[in-house]
């Protein structure tokens, strides 16, 4: 079982950045991908980034790929999503999940098996 906390939103202004990590259990041994999602108000939850737990290769929804950066810290099993140059269409509660299977699909859903609770992230205009 891996469990998965998230920190770092908040209410910023348009333009601003934010850094979100996702603390996961001692469990990563068993990870394959991680990666982070948001849902807008009233939308479906949307893949945002992804990236190998062992690896370096690295994921993004076309949205926020000159914007946003995925990284991770194996040694302290953290998960990072660096937010620059916020808009407010990227108000969204972001979600760390972890898929334990070895595929090469990273962007649906139903593949990850792990989830965090939540951090929530505001953009003002």
């Not at 990666?35 to 939308?43: L, Y």
């Not at 690295?58 to 302290?76: E, G, L, W």
């Not at 760390?96 to 505001?122: E, F, I, K, M, P």
């Amino acid at each position: 079982q891996v469990q998965l906390v998230e920190s770092g939103g908040g209410l910023v202004q348009a333009g601003d950045s934010l850094r979100l990590s996702c603390a996961a259990s001692e469990r990563t041994s068993t990870i394959y991908t991680m990666a982070w999602f948001r849902q807008p108000p009233g939308k479906e939850r949307e893949f945002v980034a992804a990236i190998r737990w062992s690896g370096a290769a690295t994921y993004y929804t076309a949205s926020v790929k000159d914007r946003f950066m995925i990284s991770k810290d194996n040694a302290k099993n953290t998960l990072y999503l660096q937010l620059n140059s916020l808009k407010p269409e990227d108000t969204a509660l972001y979600y760390c999940a972890a898929d334990s299977n070895h595929r090469l699909r990273y962007d649906r859903l139903r593949d990850y098996d792990y989830w965090g609770q939540g951090t929530q992230v505001t953009v003002s205009s």
